[in-house]
């Protein structure tokens, strides 16, 4: 198990102190070499007797020197009653130093050392003793499990702080890949047969000037080859645009422009690409193996003085949007999916952080184009169904996975918690372009028929049509699918709850509808994600 560094003790130390304190206990931290290294805000007599007099700090030192011996070091008496339990402190898998509690027992109250100790600090012998006596010191005996207990405590808090880290981390890449979507719905938004393609590169230079943190951003494109190809700028480049198109021809004209280029120390001595300012980066625009142009953006703004993996990611995302468009503006659809594929993406990341939910969000995304289909909406109306069906339970991300991955049931604060996930998807979502219609679906759908939903309460047709079809289908196949606080229900028990709570949770009108859908595609889903054995899901057929 992986242990925490010294830069982590400080933020779990307090609460632990804390507790340990109220026990009798008292925390502290070491080198390696057993020096003392945590400091107190506070005076307390206790940790003032314990860690303060000379002969307890060289037991501590002999202490350490025994513990970097051993692979699971074991509690030590540093003077007669007074014991030290340790935990390791690791970085890179090397000991730096030890956390222990220190456990005062009833030998010390008779032992010679103790009077030595307060007159070290300071501190009456009678009423330091009469102190300790209050505190119903443990006896010897009892050092072992109360070790035991402290190893326990410090690992709880172990795992807690890495569970904290990895959310974290998710938090920041989905918040980067969310401001991905963002660009490319934008970008794919202003893709159409109608459009010139100069004027699209045009709108994503914009895009992405507004976007990325860069002093301007160029698109040069030469569909020819001659050298003498087009060039858009967005913001203020640092020379005039014949210079520009110029540079820009040349770098076009390399070889192997298979990934990115950068300017400065990143890629060393290169006088092209350092004309591009701080942290220049370029881009190839292609198809199909040919390079067709160059994406550029230039002189990066603030203190990094080099490109970061978000700045390549999205220039190289939104090049290969430029590429398709150029190629053929018929290709749009191709990479309409590949906005789809990356929303399935997101979605099944956030499904993930529970996994007796892995799948779930394309599953409901699957019932839901079905429904929308089989009562008769357009085609568009499908496609922006199944998308709301995709993205309705985005708001999970502001759910602790402690609460999504409990077993056993919910307190009421954990209840409220899951129940805020509507509005955070919502909030997530609204700023993205042309979500209007998504919205409500995400929104609104845990509303009720008979209006004992949530989060407004909402009930009948006041209830967007979006969200009455997603609950239908979010319904069904959280029923189908094994959950932390219970096993799949048979799909046919499951299909009898839907048809019963027609008119009280579900909109009448679709139930039926519903009940005469083709469940093939969705059994499809539900196999492949069962055989990734990620979700433990029970066989609904």
Known sequence: MRTLSRNQVRTHCTELQTMLRELGLLLVSCSADGALTSRRSDRD?????????????????EAASAWNEQARPTAVELVPGLWAAPALLQERRSTVGFTCALIPTRELLDSEHLSAMCQAIGLDGRVCRERLRRM?????????????????????????????????????????????????????????????????????????????????????????GAGDGRLIVSGDAPRDRAALRTLLASIAGRENLDSPLMAGPVRGDDPELDSLGTAGVAHAIGRNGRVIGLLVAGDKQGPDETPSSVDIKLLAAAAAHIGLHLENAGLFEDVNSMFLGTLEAITASIDAKDRYTCGHSRRVACLTRQLAEAIGLGAQDVQRMHIAGLVHDVGKIGVPETVLCKPGALEQHEVDQVRRHPEIGWTILKDIPNFDDILPGVKHHHERWDGKGYPEGLSGEDIPLCARLIALADAFDAMCSTRTYRTAMDRAKVLEIIRANAGAQFDPALVETFLALDFSEWEALADTHRQTNLTPMEDAA
């Open 136 to 224: 119903s010191l443990p006896e010897t005996s009892e050092v072992p499990r109360l070790g035991s207990l402290f190893s326990r405590l410090w690992a709880d808090r172990q795992a807690r702080h890495r569970r904290e880290q990895t959310l974290e981390q998710v938090g920041r890449e989905l918040a980067e890949t969310w401001e991905e979507i963002n660009l490319l719905y934008s970008i794919t938004d202003k893709m159409s047969v109608e459009s010139r393609p100069h004027r699209f590169a045009a709108q994503v230079c914009q895009e992405l000037l507004h976007t990325l943190p860069y002093a301007w951003v160029a698109a040069y494109i030469d569909r020819e």
């Open 45 to 61: 007599w206790l940790a003032d007797l314990l860690q303060a007099p000379t002969l307890v700090k060289r037991s501590l030192m």
